[in-house]
C-alpha cells in the first residue's frame, strides 16, 4: 500500500475554506484516495473518496493532481465543528482492503 | 441504520490481567477491522475479518492479543496477559465487501478506553 505524507497541523478561521493537502506519490493505478476524520474522543468518520477524478459530496471536495502523486481536501465553508485530525489513506481496491492511516493533519478552526 | 457498537467504553485493569473487547458490525458487513489507536498516534490495524475467517493479523502480537469473529457477526478481541503499553484506545470498524467504489467505507465504533496500570 501506498504511503501519504501529510502536514502535522494547520490552523483555519471559521467560515473560511480549509485546504488539506496529502502526498501519495507512490500510488499505484488501482489505489484509491481516501479521507477520513477523528473529531476528539470519537472514532474515525469517512468523508470522500476518488480514484482519479475530483470528487464532492455534501460533506468535501477532493481534487486529485492529474498524476494522481497529490490530493487536496477542500471543506468550503470550515466551522469550529470541523476541528479534528484528518487522515489520507491510500487504499487498494482489490486484495485485503485494509486502511492504512499514518499521522494525519491535526486541523484547527479558529472563531 | 445502526452503528457499530463496541463495550466497553473504557477499561481499568492492572498489568499481568487480561481483557476482552466486544464489536458488533452494522448488519450485513463482511469484513471486520480492529485498530489500536495509542495517544497522538493513527489507529493501527490488528487484524480483518472477512466473514469469520482473519485475511490479514500481520500486526496483531499473537503471543498475548486474539481475535475471533465466530458465526461472521460479534467479534471479540482479548489481551492475556495486559502490559502498560498496551493502553490504547481499541476501535472496531466494519465495511461491506465491495467492488470498485461502491460500499467500500468503513464505519467506526466509538471505542474502548484501556488503561492499564
Known amino acids: 500500500d501506498a504511503k501519504t505524507t501529510q502536514p502535522p497541523s494547520m490552523d483555519c478561521a471559521e467560515g473560511r475554506a480549509a485546504n488539506l493537502p496529502c502526498n501519495h506519490s507512490?500510488?499505484?493505478?488501482?489505489?484509491?484516495v481516501y479521507w477520513y476524520r477523528q473529531i476528539h474522543s470519537q472514532g474515525p468518520q469517512y468523508i470522500i473518496h476518488?480514484?482519479?477524478n475530483n470528487e464532492t459530496n455534501e460533506m468535501a471536495s477532493l481534487i486529485i493532481t492529474e498524476d494522481r502523486k497529490s490530493s487536496t481536501l477542500i471543506l468550503p465553508h470550515a466551522t469550529l465543528r470541523d476541528t479534528a485530525v484528518y487522515y489520507c489513506?491510500?487504499?487498494?481496491?482489490?486484495?485485503?482492503?485494509?486502511?492504512?492511516f499514518g499521522t494525519g493533519t491535526r486541523l484547527k478552526v479558529l472563531a | 441504520e445502526a452503528g457499530v457498537a463496541q463495550s466497553p467504553r473504557y477499561k481499568i485493569i492492572e498489568k499481568r490481567q487480561s481483557v476482552a473487547f466486544w464489536c458488533n458490525p452494522i448488519?450485513?458487513?463482511?469484513?471486520l477491522y480492529w485498530y489500536q489507536q495509542i495517544l497522538g498516534q493513527g489507529p493501527k490495524l490488528l487484524i480483518q475479518?472477512?466473514?469469520?475467517?482473519?485475511?490479514?493479523d500481520s500486526q496483531l502480537p499473537k503471543d498475548r492479543f486474539s481475535a475471533e469473529r465466530l458465526k461472521g457477526v460479534d467479534s471479540t478481541l482479548k489481551i492475556q496477559p495486559a502490559k502498560l503499553e498496551d493502553s490504547a484506545v481499541y476501535l472496531c470498524?466494519?465495511?461491506?465487501?465491495?467492488?470498485?467504489?461502491?460500499?467500500?467505507?468503513?464505519?467506526f465504533g466509538q471505542g474502548t478506553r484501556l488503561t492499564v496500570v
Open positions: 448488519s450485513g458487513h463482511a469484513t
Open positions: 476518488g480514484l482519479k
Open positions: 470498524a466494519s465495511s461491506s465487501r465491495g467492488s470498485g467504489r461502491l460500499n467500500t467505507e468503513a464505519f
Open positions: 475479518f472477512q466473514n469469520n475467517g482473519v485475511v490479514d
Open positions: 489513506i491510500v487504499r487498494r481496491t482489490s486484495g485485503t482492503y485494509k486502511y492504512i
Open positions: 507512490t500510488i499505484s493505478g488501482n489505489e484509491y
